[in-house]
């Protein structure tokens, strides 16, 4: 590991890469949560997630000329959870509400 302290990590592209360029801002935009996590997405793009949301996906990759590669995202889902009433909740379409997924007992908590 390049960095003793951090387990797993490797030497590769990725930002802040010492062999790569310097990383630059290339969005920035006030948001109201703490992200949890930032999750990488096999399209190049990275996603900020709350504390208790996870990011589900169906995805295609292809592979086009020259070995390029190609990954649409065919569906996508945020699913949330740490409500009073226990449900866990799935949200496909930013135009909706969430639509309740599954009831966890209080014994699973």
């Not at 802040?16 to 930032?38: I, K, M, W």
């Not at 996603?47 to 995805?59: A, E, N, R």
């Not at 190609?70 to 009433?85: E, V």
């Amino acid at each position: 590991s390049p960095l003793p302290w951090i387990k797993g990590l490797k030497w590769g592209e990725y930002v802040g890469s010492p062999s790569a360029p310097d990383p630059s801002v290339c969005f920035s935009q006030p948001h109201g949560e703490r992200f949890g996590s930032l999750q990488a997405l096999p399209t190049r793009a990275i996603c900020g997630l709350s504390g208790k949301f996870c990011l589900m996906m169906i995805y295609s990759k292809e592979q086009g000329v020259r070995s390029m590669h190609s990954t649409d995202i065919q569906w996508s889902a945020i699913l949330s959870w740490g409500y009073a009433d226990n449900i866990l909740r799935l949200k496909s379409k930013q135009s909706e509400p969430p639509v309740n997924f599954i009831q966890c007992s209080e014994l699973h908590q």
